[in-house]
């Protein structure tokens, strides 16, 4: 059959013998030789054809679960397009391939596409709810979350760890009367568990760590609305009944919520036990040195930020935020550096484009700092800290007007500025207004009593 295969090329050009069979001998020894190699390179193609067995959309899928299963998720995510180019409506295919995307890349409304096209076939995949849920919010399509969530709300019932991530989500993105309404669905179920269990005077460790964690979520957005008494009491709750664990990341977001509540000391506590565990947390360490920054503990706070400094360089904000540690330890050369590292990243930073302008001010170059501070009003005009940074300046020319009109700008934005009421106070006095620089004076005191009160400060004891 090969023979025949071969020799129906009429016009092959190749001389026949007399029996009309193309003739070997009647060829040059190189040309001879040449096709027999040819030839055999024929055959050894048609074997390798036939023992490879063919590709299908369910080996591709295996091979791509392989490949995901030992963090080769790039590969899996070729492997799946593979398969759905053999099969484009195969279910399996869609749902892999979406959630992997989406692990990569949360945004990506390709993900979305497919997960959503695979949802009525897997009713009751947690992963799936989950990262459509999250994929909708992120995308801007939260109207299509509620509808997703009824068809899921028989898994939501059976599976709580589900229903608590789903709270953990609209936290996240603000969603607080849509997390309010699911937490409570939710608070009924463990009540119920727990009543249920003390009827039959047993407990239930996991009832009651679920319980903990609707307090700690209770917590969660009391402090995302700013209710800090409420959202004391809740955490402190959570707490009794022993969560969130040392070793989770519900810890992080303890110390986040603690430090939005400007309760620094317990934040600052809170981190340390979570980097603990996760000493990798570069992002956290970031955290922890802000924080510390805010409690007026600045050696504890270049610790942690040189750290991130010289793992993670580029990222944002971190220079920015060192540079205004030393600042505070008027080390301002190295302040310097550290604004100027920052705008090396990040041309844009007004942030750092304002401290550049308070270093010029604190040297004395007061036309620098004017040229800093015009620069830095390009991208944020409003932003507080500029305007106080103007203040002085208009406060060092003995222009008190224009530096009352700035710093009432950045008290009106931000009233606990402790700065802006005593160069206010300054400002009104030296302008012949007494009564309004006693008010901004007696602000300022009690502003800096209660700041005294929160921080951590540099007492070796404590560190």
Known sequence: MLQRGIHSHRDSGMPKS?????????????????????????LQAAAQQNALPQQTEDSLIRQALAEYQVGRIEPAVGLLRDALKLAPTNPYARLYLGLFIYQTNPSSLEAQDLMASVQEKFPTNPDLILRLADSYLSSGKGMQVPALLDRSRKTMETNPRLALNIVYLF??????????QELDRL????????????????????????????????????????QKEEAMQQLQAADRN?????????????????????????????????LSHFPQDYEARFRLGIVYLSSASFERAEEQLREVCEK????????????????????????????ERELKFN?????????????????????????WLDKAAVFNPDWPEMQYVYGLLYNR?????????????VVQENPTHIKAHFQLSIAYRRSGSE???????????RLLEAHRAKTLGDDPRRK
């Open 347 to 371: 041309p844009a930073s007004y942030q750092a484009i304002t401290q550049m302008a308070y270093l010029e001010y604190a040297q004395g170059d007061l036309d620098k700092c004017r040229a």
């Open 397 to 409: 020319l003995r222009e008190y007007d224009k530096a009352v009109k700035s710093l009432e700008r």
């Open 242 to 274: 022993e969560f969130p664990p040392q070793d989770s990341p519900q810890m992080k977001m303890l110390a986040e919520a603690l430090s939005r509540l400007e309760e620094y000391p317990l934040s600052a506590r809170a981190y340390r036990v979570y």
């Open 18 to 42: 007399r029996d009309g069979v193309t003739g070997l001998s009647s060829l040059s020894p190189k040309l001879a030789v040449l096709v027999f190699a040819v030839t055999a390179l024929v």
């Open 312 to 339: 993670l360089p580029a990222m944002p904000e971190v220079s920015y935020y060192l540079g205004l540690v030393l600042v505070e330890m008027k080390r301002l050369g190295e302040a310097r550096d550290c604004f």
């Open 171 to 180: 936290v996240r993105y603000a969603q607080i009367e849509e997390a309010r």
């Open 187 to 226: 608070a009924e179920r463990v009540q119920a568990a727990l009543a249920a269990e003390k009827v039959q005077g047993r407990e239930n460790p996991e009832a009651t760590r679920a319980w903990g964690e609707v307090l700690f979520l209770r917590g969660l957005i009391a402090a995302t609305l700013g």
């Open 435 to 445: 009564d309004k620089a006693k008010e901004h004076a007696d602000i300022y005191n």
